[in-house]
């Protein structure tokens, strides 16, 4: 997983470092858990603001005991991170559940200071796991680190060490008649769209062969993203992540990219790579271009022509006194 954060972040050398103030750590609803219960905990971290010490990346890896606990979800719906280059999926989680470990990594563009000035409140979510607490489970549990390295945004990508908190749950043996789902009410409460995405077609001859291909990308801020679907003309929906090779090598289809959270919600975004739609929509840019450039000059000439009456009234009327 270095060699991803080291694509991500352009990393030549790295010099372990410490920010007073920083901490990533573990923090849930509740501390005490019935057998069967399925519960969120999420991953944060805690930092002073401050520009000089702005971050852009982070890699963590977390443990849990699988014999008490097993991950059920990886959620990245409220993370601060939005470029990721390392984070499980359903694919993972068994291998996960054996190994009681989690890693990720992911990147803030323009750097992470303490707080993000497009948020209303101050968010400090990583990401959020779902566990379920098995039935047998009689012992404590301990969320806790292996691993966790934070890269400031300093232009060197430096290495930060931050202080790591864990946290403890407490195993109630005895089991609930009706079993808590914490993350099912959240899956049951979204009903918003992942948010609003652009598709976009590209060729470059150093990537897929020369073949054309399109990039999309989204966040959702409830349950989290879960995967996208792509439809070529009348074809069918297929599963599929980006960057994306057309198998419409000719760009005569119309394209759909579907975007689909955890609860099923999903927001559909349209390409239409034929030329002769490329070009029309060209046209129509220049069009709108070239009548407003002319506009902006109808307006101007009259405007002047107007001001030059006035001085010249003005001019008049000093006369006549």
């Known amino acids: 997983m270095k060699l991803l954060i080291f694509t991500l972040i352009s990393l030549l050398f790295i010099i372990p470092a410490r920010v007073e103030g920083m901490t990533v750590f573990w923090e849930a609803q509740r501390e005490g858990y019935n057998p069967g219960d399925e519960f969120v905990a999420e991953i944060k971290i805690a930092k002073e603001y401050d520009e000089d010490s702005c971050i852009n990346a982070v890699e963590i890896t977390t443990t849990f005991p ?9 959620s990245r719906g409220s993370s601060i991170l939005s470029l990721w280059v390392d984070f ?9 559940n054996e190994e009681g470990a989690v890693s990720f990594a992911g990147g803030v563009p323009g750097g992470y200071c303490g707080a993000l000035p497009t948020r209303e409140e101050e968010d400090h979510t990583l990401a959020r796991i779902t566990f379920e607490v098995y039935d047998e489970a009689r012992e404590s549990a301990r969320l806790d680190f292996s691993e966790a390295a934070a890269f400031l945004h300093d232009g060197q990508a430096t290495e930060i060490v931050p202080d790591l908190e864990g946290l403890s749950l407490e195993i109630i043996e005895e089991k609930r008649e009706e079993a808590v789902e914490e993350w099912q009410k959240e899956l049951e409460a979204d009903t918003t769209l992942p948010e609003p995405f652009d598709v976009k077609l590209s060729q470059n001859p150093d990537f897929f062969e020369g073949k054309y291909f399109i ?5 959702d801020k409830q349950t989290g993203l879960d ?9 069918p929906w297929r599963k599929v992540d980006s960057p994306y090779i057309l198998e419409d090598q000719e760009l005569t289809k ?28 060209f046209a129509i840019r ?6 407003g450039a002319v506009l902006i000059i109808i307006i101007y000439v009259a405007w002047r022509k107007i001001r030059l009456k006035l001085i010249e009234k003005r001019k008049r009327k000093n006369k006549a006194e």
């Open 227 to 235: 995967y996208y679907e792509v439809k070529e003309g009348d074809g």
């Open 286 to 291: 220049t069009i709108k271009i070239i009548m």
């Open 88 to 96: 499980p999926d359903e694919g993972d989680i068994s291998s996960i």
């Open 254 to 281: 119309k394209i759909y990219v579907k975007a689909i959270d955890k609860a099923g919600n999903g927001r559909i975004s349209t390409l239409d790579p034929r030329p002769e739609t490329r070009f029309a929509d």
């Open 215 to 219: 990039v999309f990308s989204t966040t």
């Open 66 to 74: 699988s014999d008490v606990v097993e991950m059920v979800d990886f």
